[in-house]
């Protein structure tokens, strides 16, 4: 039996392991109230913006672009910006917490904070995908930096550095 040596596979399953912990909690802990959600959608030089109490929600496009941004917290907020051909998709779904993603250059950004008073900051580019994930008090990063999780649950991943973590309490996974 040959076992490959290459770090390419883990990356691959750690963030389809983040992937699927932000989809069971999202499960788990809903997405905040039906009524509550503010939507924004922009594409090709558009910038749209809504507020509705604590609520708020931008997208903002170049050309060629598309940014999506949405809040279903009551109290929370969603940006989402892109450009050259980007593509941003912001979505918070917690009281007291933000989700802020770009993509520049061709590529894409993922933001999602599932957890209360989290934050979630993708910054993708160069065509590459960058993914951030904040659950219950917990930040994410994914960008040029590279990846970085802290506090309560996080989980980044960013293709064009190949970084990626994940921070689950006393787990702490590079």
């Known amino acids: 039996m040959r076992i ?9 399953l750690i963030a389809g392991a983040a992937g699927g912990a932000a989809i069971g909690l999202m499960a788990l802990f809903g997405g905040g109230h039906a009524a509550a959600d503010t939507t924004c959608s922009a594409t090709d030089n558009n910038r749209v913006e809504h507020a509705d109490g604590l609520s708020h929600c931008i997208a903002n496009a170049g050309p060629g672009s598309r940014a999506d941004a949405r ?48 934050t979630s900051i993708a910054m993708a580019r160069d065509g590459g995908t960058s993914i951030a994930i904040g659950g219950w008090g917990g930040q994410a990063y994914a960008g040029p930096a590279g990846a970085v999780c802290a506090g309560g649950f ?7 550095t ?13």
């Open 162 to 174: 190949g970084q990626y973590c994940v921070k689950s309490g006393s787990l702490d996974l590079h």
């Open 154 to 160: 996080g989980a980044a991943y960013d293709s064009t």
């Open 4 to 12: 490959a040596k290459s770090g390419k596979g883990i990356r691959v």
């Open 71 to 118: 809040d279903t917290s009551n109290s929370g907020v969603a940006t989402a910006v892109a450009t050259q051909r980007g593509a941003a998709t912001s979505i918070n779904l917690q009281p007291w917490s933000e989700a802020l993603s770009s993509g520049v250059h061709g590529g894409s950004g993922y933001a999602i904070s599932t957890g209360p008073r989290s």
